[in-house]
């Protein structure tokens, strides 16, 4: 009895089971059909994701062209080599474009380019045909009043199916009225449909229509089915599935005006998909659990294909938005490029024309930025840009842009001001920020910004305009001792001509030989005797007007003229000398203002060596004077030059000592013989217990290094009486000898041959001369 009942529960067991596998069989059937057939519109509609995707680029870059000053300018009837170079093959290529046509607002047809069957690397104009054709949608595709039409929208030329995306043309912001209408193409051919390929993992095809709804390809008895039953209701949408490998879908595309153009056809193989299901059919024979798991497996699977092809058309997306970032981004620090703020710029100004506020330009430039790559290499130089950049970009307000133009210059583009007085606070802080030491690579560096400051809409109207302004503030800033900020004033404008005018005259002035030599006599201060001349240059134009240094020899310094006046000083008293040696007059060294830049532009010594063998002339007869600050340089090259002039003979004198930041240990290793004490101590030292007490420091450091000691500007018998008591030992100004020709020298040394009164000044000397 338990045996019969254990039997018929097997047989119950059994036939339940046998029961379940069948109709599990039966369902999974219908089931696979069902996924089959979602699969079939999945893939066509990651095709039809695909080419929106494609077409939204499209509808980007007509966009981006249309509000493009140019274009408008051109459709006005301006800029005539405009399409040359703004719609060349290369930019069109880059953004896949094949069809220009733009026509303005009476329908006339401005521009009209194919890069379609066109020579290599060139453009064409459209035929004949298609212009027609495009004309014939011009009512469709904009109104002269109206927006531009929706973003994708397909047309038929004689080529084939075009994909188009128009646009209304205006100057610089999709606001007032419109000039034209802007429409860029894409064909439906080759190079579209292995894009779609690449995005949707899936084989594509397009097979274009004919007027009457006909393919112009053969294809399969039931798509030409479904295609004339079209007009009959039938969906745009056809799924097959009857052949055992693959499944194949087929979506229409209709035309601007509803009519059927195009049919894109995929394909997805169904191995897979009957492996799954024989699969789970031995699993459910088996196993119903296992059945259960391995359909959990599958759905993974493919859930996990779909992410992966979805992530990879998000990859490909992000490339093409990096890409068009780059192109207006700088590399070094990731701020927006000069171009970008060229395109950027004109937006801001009219925003704020429309909101009634205030827009700012910073020029920024960074003080001897030059200096750091020259002594750290370019690769410190480049990582302190880019950490003044992220220094300039958080201490600005978020909705403030950030600009590197090249190099060592930045513009931050101060936005939404309520007016101009706050202009003054955001450049304090930029300057406080950049204050702060920044380490790079184990090195503390300092950087110390100039800033050049104008305000819209007071100093200008438009963004050349305010560019220019922010970088005349800019060079008046630097002209004022770097390390601040000055904003823009008309006056600033002037005074640049007027250099600029004055930089112009001084290089005609050493091809006319208008600048001339003069020399100031340095003075024993205790006898009295001559013991030494400065060679000053001075410049008297053709009409007669005397311009000072002071005047032109900053023009000189920045411009690098200054090279060519120092060569021409230096020639100048080697001749002298020379014919000073052939009157067989008593000769005193000259000495010779040398600059920094010919100190790095010529081989001093070299030079000196070649004038005095060509001149004949004693080398020693020959000093040199170096400002402190340049002195303090140390540049192995400088004190090279300087060794070497010293090895000729000559001697090398400090000018305007006291004045730098120099050091008893430092000049201790210059090899320098003579320090000059600058005239800003010894103009109040007679009455002034400071300025006397650093004179007395300067003579003993001078004692102690065995140093010569020079006073400057004397000029009041006090002056030359408190310097005599201090023990300085030479001297010269206005109180004992201007400045004087090369003609009044020559008196001057011949008095040196004999004997002279010991009251007698050299100023009287000077003009009286022997017989």
Not at 46 to 72: G, K, M, P, S
Not at 645 to 661: E, K, P, Q
Request: proline share 5%; glycine share 6%.
């Amino acid at each position: 009895m338990r045996k019969q009942i254990l039997l018929a529960a097997c047989l119950a067991a059994l036939a339940l089971i046998a029961g379940v596998f069948y109709a599990a069989r039966t369902v999974l059937s219908h089931s696979f059909a069902s996924i089959e057939a979602d699969e079939a519109r999945q893939s066509t509609e990651r095709v039809r994701q695909a080419l929106q995707a494609d077409l939204h680029q499209l509808d980007v870059a007509t966009e981006d062209n249309a509000l493009w000053d140019d274009l408008y300018e051109f459709v006005q009837g301006g800029r005539p080599d405009f399409p040359e170079h703004s719609f060349s093959r290369r930019s069109l290529d880059n953004i896949h474009v094949d069809v220009v046509w733009v026509f303005d607002n009476a329908g006339r047809t401005v521009i009209q380019l194919t890069v379609d069957h066109s020579p290599a690397g060139g453009v064409k104009p459209l035929s004949p045909a298609t212009l027609a054709s495009l004309q014939s949608y011009a009512s469709l595709l904009a109104t002269p009043d109206g927006p531009a039409v929706p973003t994708l929208q397909l047309l038929r030329v004689p080529e084939g199916a075009l994909a188009v995306a128009v646009r209304r043309v205006f100057r610089n912001s999709p606001e007032g009225e419109g000039v034209g209408t802007l429409v860029f193409g894409r064909y439906l051919h080759t190079g579209l449909i292995e894009r779609l390929e690449q995005t949707s993992q899936s084989p594509v095809r397009a097979t274009l229509l004919d007027e009457h709804g006909r393919p112009a390809l053969s294809v399969s008895p039931a798509v030409g089915d479904w295609l004339a039953s079209l007009g009959r209701g039938s969906p745009d949408l056809l799924v097959q599935t009857g052949d055992p490998a693959t499944l194949r879908s087929h979506a229409l595309l209709r035309d601007i005006e509803g009519r059927p153009l195009v049919v894109l056809s995929t394909t997805v193989s169904r191995a897979a998909l009957q492996v799954g299901k024989r699969t789970i059919t031995w699993v459910v024979a088996a196993l119903l659990c296992g059945f259960a798991l391995v359909v959990a497996l599958l759905v993974s699977l493919l859930n996990r294909s779909w992410r992966n092809r979805a992530a990879a058309q998000r990859q490909w997306l992000d490339h093409q938005r990096k890409m068009s970032r780059l192109a207006r981004r700088d590399a070094l620090t990731g701020l927006p490029n000069r171009l970008h703020l060229q395109r950027l710029l004109p937006r801001l100004l009219a925003r704020a024309a429309r909101d009634g506020t205030r827009v700012a330009l910073l020029n920024l430039d960074l003080d001897h930025f030059k200096n750091v790559n020259d002594s750290l290499g370019h690769g410190i130089g480049d990582r302190l840009l880019a950490a003044v950049a992220h220094r300039l970009r958080s201490s600005v307000a978020a909705h403030d842009v950030v600009v590197r133009m090249g190099g060592d210059e930045f513009v931050v583009v101060a936005t939404l001001l309520p007016d101009s007085v706050v202009v003054d606070s955001i450049a304090e802080r930029i300057r406080g920020a950049l204050a702060v030491p920044l380490d790079i690579d184990g090195v503390t560096l300092s950087v110390v910004p100039s800033i050049g400051i104008s305000v819209y809409p007071e100093d200008g109207s438009d963004p050349e305009q305010l560019l220019k302004h922010a970088d005349i503030a800019l060079y008046t800033a630097k002209d004022r001792g770097r390390g601040n900020h000055q904003f823009y004033t008309p006056e600033m404008n002037a005074r640049l001509r007027e250099r600029v005018g004055l930089e112009r005259a001084l290089r005609q002035a050493l091809d006319n030989n208008e600048l001339f030599v003069e020399y100031q006599p340095c003075f024993d201060l205790q006898t009295m005797r001559t013991v030494g001349l400065e060679a000053l240059i001075r410049w008297r134009t053709a009409d007669g007007t005397y311009i000072p240094p002071s005047r032109f020899i900053p023009i000189a310094e920045q411009s690098n003229l200054i090279v060519e006046i120092g060569d021409y000083v230096l020639r100048r008293v080697c001749e002298q000398l020379s014919e000073w040696q052939r009157e067989r007059l008593p000769l005193v060294p000259v000495s010779v203002n040398i600059s920094v830049r010919q100190f790095e532009k010529t081989p001093l010594a070299s030079v000196v060596s070649s004038l005095a063998q060509e001149l004949g002339i004693d080398a020693s007869l020959l000093h040199f004077e170096i400002t402190e600050s340049a002195a303090m340089q140390n540049s192995q090259q400088q004190l090279g030059s300087l060794q070497a002039l010293r090895n000729l003979g000559s001697r090398i004198l400090i000018d305007d000592f006291g004045t730098g930041y120099s050091s008893l240990s430092y000049l201790k290793h210059l090899p320098i013989d003579t320090l000059k004490i600058d005239r800003a101590f010894v103009r109040d030292m007679a009455s002034d217990a400071n300025d006397a007490a650093i004179v007395r420091a300067i003579v003993g450091v001078a004692k102690s290094l065995g140093l010569m000691l020079v006073a400057e500007g004397i000029e009041s018998a006090e002056q030359l009486d408190c310097l005599r008591k201090l023990g300085c030992e030479c001297g010269q100004g206005f109180f004992v000898s201007p400045a004087v020709s090369a003609e009044a020298c020559r008196t001057m040394l011949w008095q040196l041959r004999g004997p002279r009164a010991p009251l007698e000044t050299p100023k009287l000397r000077l003009l009286n001369p022997v017989n």
